[in-house]
């Protein structure tokens, strides 16, 4: 293999990692750290903020459904692009209100572009990175989000320091979000490109028992990993923790989640993608009954680098799983199970924040949570399929 292809594909990798640092570890986790100075400043409640949270994630869901049709055949590029540049504006669109329903209505549109960045991006990069036999760069591309996390706990640091208000966290975020999309488009380019095995239209999706078991796992999975990924940094306020704890906590867990992917990818390599998706969940739910059980600021450090080195890795095994078993239609198996770990991701904010508001701590909502990891490794260990384990 000529030199080219490969230098192509790290290029590719790297925008993905950028992509996925705005969408996801910015656009999507920035909410986590700031989300405490929120509450503070407006008087927001648990269930409050977890509404705000899941109104993120119905967008997400209505962005899977509809990246999922046909019509985004050949605009893979484009769509990629309008997703990850519209994270940007939309996380500066934050900072501009202090109003319930703008909160809900902008997180609900930015649910939708991180879908989109998520579904047609990957679709692209997996094509490009199959082609040259490149595989293994997808932990590159996953690895963003991290990277996104631990900018975004630098971020929020710095404004903190600096004495400004909750508002200036959304600014600076989106101020690295859109200088970060600038370098995206510079790896990529702007011509719409079809991969060879993308040039014709998928056909409909072949149901088979591994599809639906890991399908059925990555909706639990959405519905566990969320509360924590919510609500850690809430958890570490409600305990006094104070500043420097909150930043170190949100900094662990990206720090801890940018290598993370490929370090499960050696586990999934030796053990196969459906064991060590079962054995995520476990580790993650050890982290999550830390969090809340476990007194000292080392236990919340200790929560925040095992969510940080399980949820992504753990997410990313889940769709490799699914495009390893989806037969000749990847794009609608990607977005039918981003789709269901909508629904997961909805319906943990809502639940968790009314159980906090009940019962005056993070607890209960946090235990339930470790209880649907648990679940969700138990579902995703009987996913496997020769296939998947490759």
């Known amino acids: 293999m000529s ?8 290029r590719y990798a790297l925008a993905g990692a950028l992509a996925m640092a705005i969408g996801m570890g910015i656009g999507r986790f920035a909410y986590t750290p700031i989300l405490p100075g929120m509450m503070e400043g407006l008087g927001l409640t648990a269930s409050d903020a977890g509404l705000i949270a899941s109104a993120n994630y119905v967008g997400y869901l209505i962005g899977a459904i509809l990246a999922g049709g046909g019509w985004g055949q050949g605009r893979e590029r484009s769509m990629a692009y309008l997703g990850t540049g519209g994270t940007a504006v939309l996380t500066a669109a934050m900072g501009l209100t202090d109003a319930m329903p703008a909160f809900l209505l902008i997180r609900f549109v930015a649910g939708i572009a991180s879908a989109f960045m998520m579904i047609f991006l990957s679709t692209i990069i997996f094509s490009q990175l199959a082609r040259t036999q490149q595989a293994g760069l997808q932990s590159l591309h996953f690895g963003g989000v ?26 600076a975020a989106a101020g690295v979000s859109a200088i970060a999309f600038m370098a995206v488009v510079w790896l ?14 998928e056909p409909p999706l072949v149901w088979n028992p ?63 993608l459906a064991t060590a998706f079962g054995i995520g969940c476990v580790v993650e739910a050890v982290g999550v009954v830390a969090s809340v059980s476990i007194g000292g600021y080392g236990a919340q450090l200790l929560a925040g680098a095992l969510l940080g080195g399980t949820f992504i890795a753990v997410t990313a095994m889940g769709l490799q799983i699914g495009r390893a078993v989806a037969g000749d239609a990847p794009r609608r198996a990607l977005a039918i199970m981003t789709a ?21 701590s993070f607890f209960a909502p946090s235990i339930g949570a470790a209880v649907a990891l648990m679940i969700a490794g138990l579902v995703g260990l009987q996913a496997s399929n020769r296939p998947s384990d490759q």
């Open 3 to 10: 030199s080219e292809p490969r230098s192509m594909s790290l």
């Open 146 to 171: 991290g990277l996104g996390i631990t900018v975004s706990a630098i971020v929020t640091g710095a404004v903190f320091v600096l004495g400004l208000g909750w508002q200036m966290n959304w600014f």
């Open 188 to 201: 990529m380019g702007v011509d719409d490109y079809a991969p060879p095995s993308q040039s014709r239209r």
């Open 210 to 272: 591994a599809l639906a078991k890991i399908t059925l796992a990555y909706a639990i999975f959405g519905a566990g990993y969320i509360v924590t990924a919510t609500f850690l940094i809430a958890i570490v306020r409600q305990s006094d923790g104070g500043f420097v704890v909150e930043s170190g906590v949100w900094l662990a867990a990206g720090l801890a989640g940018a290598p993370s992917v490929w370090l499960w990818s050696l586990v999934a390599r030796r053990f196969g």
């Open 340 to 360: 269901a770990f909508g629904v997961g991701q909805i319906t943990g904010p809502l639940l968790a924040g009314i159980a906090a508001d009940l019962t005056g």
